[in-house]
């Protein structure tokens, strides 16, 4: 979205008496694994799916997210990481 298209979409809330929120959120952070094919072990970069599942596992859990990443050996071999939902609750603060 555009700023001007953002910043109109604002004022068209707030001209309708309407109290307008802006939470940021940080993205997932970057994660780096080796590839688990034998004699390989190249990185690959994972960045978790959304900002809920952001705790990575290479074993299947119930409730994970599974997400397939290509490490840097061309490409050649696959690896899936699970993630999970992080267990600690987010606060959101605002000022009224």
């Known amino acids: ?6 910043l109109g979409l604002v004022e068209g809330f707030l001209s309708g008496n ?8 940080e993205m997932g952070e970057k994660k780096t694994f080796s590839c688990k094919e034998k004699g390989c072990g ?3 970069d994972a960045w978790p799916p959304d900002e809920e599942h952001i705790v990575p596992r290479l074993e299947p859990a119930e409730g994970a997210v599974p997400r397939t990443y290509k ?3 061309e490409g050649k071999h696959e690896n899936t990481i699970y993630w999970l939902k992080e267990t600690e609750p987010k606060l959101f603060f605002t000022k009224t």
């Open 1 to 6: 979205m555009s700023k001007e298209a953002f």
């Open 18 to 25: 309407y109290r307008v929120y802006l939470f940021v959120e």
């Open 42 to 44: 190249k990185p690959f």
């Open 71 to 73: 490490c840097e050996d």
